[in-house]
């Protein structure tokens, strides 16, 4: 079973930067593909970005390209999010989740393992 701990979270005006980490523990985090979701209060929980199990490919959705990037670093078991050109609509509550399948989906029920969330605020 695989735990998920997200930080990094905050208050920050628009064009603005952050970085969210996801911290793993307790299974191998080499054999998950890992994506980052968020959810607004009232609306259902969204894809943002995914990386596969190597990290040579990654995935975004349309509203976060050109302004997120994901990374991992399978020696330190992390996964992060670089925030860049934030936006108020970004606010939400940003979740890590793993998948360890192969695939490639974006639908929230491929991932098995979730983490707490962390909140972003974007502020105009």
């Known amino acids: 079973q695989v735990q998920l701990v997200e930080s990094g979270g905050g208050l920050v005006q628009a064009g603005g930067s952050l970085r969210l980490s996801c911290a793993a523990s307790?299974?191998?985090?080499?054999?998950?593909?890992m994506g980052w979701f968020r959810q607004a209060p009232g609306q259902e929980r969204e894809f943002a970005a995914r990386?596969?199990?190597?990290?040579?490919?990654?995935y975004y959705a349309d509203s976060v390209k050109g302004r997120f990037t994901i990374s991992r670093d399978n020696a330190n078991n992390t996964v992060y999010l670089q925030m860049n050109s934030l936006k108020p609509e970004d606010t939400s509550v940003y979740y890590c989740?793993?998948?360890?399948?192969?695939?490639?989906?974006?639908?929230?029920?491929?991932?098995?393992?979730w983490g707490q969330g962390t909140q972003v605020t974007v502020s105009s």
């Open positions: 307790g299974g191998t985090f080499s054999s998950y593909a």
């Open positions: 990386i596969t199990k190597s990290g040579a490919r990654t």
């Open positions: 989740a793993a998948d360890p399948t192969v695939s490639g989906s974006r639908n929230p029920a491929a991932y098995a393992y």
